[in-house]
């Protein structure tokens, strides 16, 4: 990933006024390079047993892995979570997933 990719606020806010979260991702070239590849390796896997055509649409830049929208932190005025995932304004929330992920 890339120093330069992050999430963090966004000038326009939504309907409480809170602002809205604010994607900045890139790839690089290497990994342009290589999700072509991985895709195109993905495409030959059915042919290989017999399935005529498959689609993959939205070519796969979704969030799956590159994420980071919430922080984990000790002081619940600064993060969401704390080291274990447990929220501060819930004892008993566990939120787990990527966001807790340190990059985008």
């Known amino acids: 990933m890339r120093k330069r990719n992050r999430v963090s606020l966004s000038s326009v806010k939504d309907k409480l006024g809170l602002p809205l979260a604010k994607v900045d991702f890139k790839l690089s070239e290497r990994d342009q390079r290589t999700l072509d590849f ?52 819930h004892d008993n929330l566990y939120i787990l997933g990527g966001g807790t992920f340190n990059a985008s």
């Open 38 to 89: 991985l895709l195109n390796a993905a495409k030959q896997l059915p042919k290989k047993q017999g399935i005529s055509s498959i689609s993959i649409p939205g070519y796969g830049l979704n969030g799956n892995h590159p994420l980071g929208g919430y922080v984990c932190g000790n002081d619940p005025q600064s993060s969401v979570v704390d080291e274990w995932m447990r929220s501060h304004e």
